[in-house]
């Protein structure tokens, strides 16, 4: 095996900063790791949905871990005027280091929501879904369990489609509050807002799993998938920023 195809073959299974670090030995390593598989494989541990799609949600996905890897400052993404239809969320949850859910979702469909709850959820939690002013919600199907006793985290993207632009909304958040009276753990991270349009700091991206009414208090049933930008991305003409 020649010394390019060893490279070749290690440079896959590197973490992302073990990656950037080889770009930085000599001019064929650089060459060599710019190719944007590689950077696929990385982004593919961190954010797996977004590998569902034929190509990237952004330019590269060098691109796209230069960008989200570590918080940066704030940077505009979307401008004022944006449509669901144009937008699709890359969602992924975790228990421990073992991938559970991962969908790239249109954002029609999360608009929509839970159009029929399934039976077996609590009367409450039903009245909330049917009613007019019920939040982005998602029917997760198959259902998933998940046993409380493990750490439960999520990661979700929201891409542009109309000109590769993408926004990190939830960015390892771990769902570590759980309230029985409406079947939801939830979990936030701080949502950045466009400077186009000042909101008061500090407003939360939430996202809920919906579960059902079995009274295991050591598992939940996740039947559904709740997001809540606190009305700062219902209405049509808001604009997102990069976390």
């Not at 009367?123 to 939040?135: A, H, I, M, T």
């Not at 985290?153 to 509050?177: E, P, Q, T, W």
């Not at 309230?179 to 500090?202: C, E, K, N, Q, W």
């Amino acid at each position: 095996m020649s010394y390019e195809e060893i490279l070749k073959a290690v440079f896959p299974l590197l973490e992302g900063a073990d990656l950037a670090s080889c770009m930085a030995v000599c001019k064929q390593w650089r060459d060599m790791a710019r190719d944007d598989y590689f950077w696929k494989c990385v982004c593919a541990k961190r954010w797996p949905s977004i590998c569902k799609r034929q190509d990237p949600p952004t330019v590269t996905y060098y691109k796209l871990y230069q960008t989200f890897y570590k918080r940066q400052g704030r940077q505009i993404l979307l401008p004022p005027r944006l449509s669901f239809d144009n937008l699709e969320f890359f969602i992924d949850i975790w228990t421990e280091d073992r991938l559970i859910f991962s969908e790239v979702v249109p954002g029609p469909a999360l608009h929509t929501g839970i159009k029929s709850p399934p039976p077996g959820i609590c009367d409450r939690l039903r009245f909330q879904l049917e009613g007019p002013d019920c939040k982005m919600t998602l029917p997760v199907q198959p259902g998933f369990k998940v046993p409380l006793s493990e750490t439960v985290s999520v990661s979700v993207l929201v891409g542009r489609k109309d000109s590769n632009r993408v926004a990190c909304i939830i960015n390892k958040s771990i769902f570590d509050y759980i309230d029985r009276t409406s079947y939801r753990a939830m979990a936030f991270d701080y949502l950045g807002l466009s400077p186009a349009h000042p909101f008061v700091p500090g407003i939360r991206a939430w996202i809920s799993l919906l579960f059902m009414d079995d009274r295991n208090d050591s598992v939940i049933d996740v039947f559904g998938i709740e997001m809540d930008f606190c009305d700062a991305a219902k209405i049509q003409g808001r604009g997102f920023v990069a976390a």
